[in-house]
């Protein structure tokens, strides 16, 4: 069975025909020996990683499966976030990543796909598959959070696709003071974080809305 090295071989092999094209075309790049393809737009950075587990215990005969994941990168509002109490230490070179999802739960949930790969020709139906699913489904992603302001809305329509994690109540209320919405950032901490033992959690980010001028 390949290890991990074998397979990032075989994918640094396969992406110049199956998703290079695609991707360079959306605007963004890659170096040569890299499974990670960014750009960079005026208020953020967007990155596809195309990440991967090695001979999973889940899926008998599968020698890799692809996790490709979607990353939006918001240095500004990684800032304020961090000021309000989100550990820099635990997140490491992440502290401005303000969206991580993988690319399959981007797409509706009656298109759902697992791309494991089991031999060469599965491995080319996969990464094609993923090609498809960047086109349709996370480039419209990324177009639609491209910014602070574009992020708050799709907050405020109720788009489900992020994960809504405690950390990410932060990082919307971020946006809104660095947009300069202090009494909305106020509304996103007092709707999702309010409960005795969340609040207690995120005193700082309560206080720092609280005194933000």
């Not at 005026?42 to 490709?68: G, M, Q, W």
């Not at 820099?88 to 990543?97: A, F, I, M, T, Y």
């Not at 598959?129 to 177009?143: A, G, H, I, L, Q």
């Not at 919405?181 to 005193?203: E, F």
Request: proline fraction near 5%; aromatic fraction near 8%.
């Amino acid at each position: 069975m390949p290890n991990a090295n074998d397979n990032k071989g075989q994918l640094l092999n396969l992406l110049p025909e199956l998703l290079d094209d695609v991707l360079l075309k959306a605007g963004f790049s890659r170096s040569k020996k890299s499974l990670v393809y960014g750009r960079i737009v005026p208020e953020c950075k967007h990155e596809l990683h195309v990440r991967f587990d090695t001979n999973p215990s889940y899926a008998r005969e599968t020698i890799l499966h692809l996790l490709p994941t979607a990353l939006v990168r918001m240095p500004k509002v990684g800032e304020i976030a961090i000021k309000m109490g989100l550990d820099e230490r635990l997140l490491g070179k992440n502290s401005d990543v303000v969206i991580s999802h993988q690319i399959q739960n981007l797409a509706p949930k009656n298109t759902y796909q697992r791309w494991l790969v089991s031999d060469s020709q599965s491995f080319l139906r996969c990464l094609a598959e993923v090609s498809d699913c960047f086109t349709r489904w996370t480039k419209p992603f990324f177009d639609e959070y491209a910014s602070p302001k574009s992020l708050v809305h799709q907050y405020e329509i109720g788009d489900d696709r992020p994960i809504r994690s405690h950390n990410f109540f932060v990082l919307i209320a971020a946006c809104y003071l660095l947009l300069g919405q202090r009494d909305k950032a106020a509304d996103v901490l007092d709707s999702h974080l309010n409960k005795i033992g969340l609040r207690k959690i995120h005193t700082h980010a309560f206080q720092t809305v609280a005194e933000w001028k």
